[in-house]
């Protein structure tokens, strides 16, 4: 996903999404909402926010600590942060 997502390929970078097949762990949702995002694909992502909410409630104020538990470039990270905010979930900056 990522590196599909890195090199602006988001037609594959959606086909990884949807593979990724985790919906217990808060990834799952996650990156389709990144993708859904970058795709202008709005209503999509909108539910793939519901969905993440669900399974990780606290998102807004922990998201940027999780997903830099696994992603350790800061571009990076902060492209997929601004992709949460365009679907409309604003995560803490810490």
Same mark, same amino acid.
């Given at each position: 996903?990522?590196?599909?997502?890195?090199?602006?390929?988001?037609?594959?970078?959606?086909?990884?999404?949807? %593979? !990724?097949?985790?919906?217990?762990?808060?990834?799952?949702?996650? /990156?389709?909402? @990144? $993708?859904?995002?970058?795709?202008?694909?709005?209503?999509?992502?909108?539910?793939?926010?519901?969905?993440?909410?669900?399974?990780?409630?606290?998102?807004?104020?922990?998201? %940027? !600590?999780?997903?830099?538990?696994?992603?350790?470039?800061?571009? /990076?990270?902060? @492209? $997929?942060?601004?992709?949460?905010?365009?679907?409309?979930?604003?995560?803490?900056?810490?």
């Amino acid at each position: 996903f990522f590196y599909f997502y890195n090199q602006e390929r988001y037609a594959e970078a959606y086909q990884e999404a949807h %593979r !990724f097949q985790m919906p217990q762990f808060f990834w799952d949702p996650l /990156l389709r909402v @990144a $993708i859904l995002s970058r795709m202008g694909r709005e209503k999509e992502a909108a539910r793939a926010v519901e969905e993440l909410l669900h399974l990780r409630p606290d998102f807004s104020s922990s998201g %940027r !600590f999780l997903i830099s538990c696994y992603i350790k470039f800061d571009r /990076l990270i902060d @492209a $997929i942060s601004a992709d949460l905010r365009q679907a409309g979930l604003t995560i803490s900056l810490r």
